[in-house]
């Protein structure tokens, strides 16, 4: 357990709050024309998924911000 503050906290927090501003914008504005036609229950299901795979890379992310490694 480290007893002193780091750099990549405050960096990584910024980090992930851009990349998920990022990834945010690019899924409304691209997806809503690519499947607004579809059946309200596949868009759904389309957008839960996305919105739960920005997790995948996240505990790599939150090891780096603890540890410095990444694994």
Excluded: K, N
Excluded at 1 to 25: F, S
């Amino acid at each position: 357990m480290r007893t002193e503050p780091t750099w990549r906290i405050p960096v990584g927090v910024l980090g992930l709050c851009a990349g998920l501003i990022v990834y945010a914008v690019i899924i409304a504005r691209y997806l809503p024309d690519l499947i607004g036609g579809w059946p309200a229950l596949v868009q759904m299901v389309i957008y839960l998924i996305l919105g739960l795979v920005w997790l995948l890379p996240l505990r790599r992310f939150l090891i780096w911000m603890e540890t410095g490694r990444w694994g």
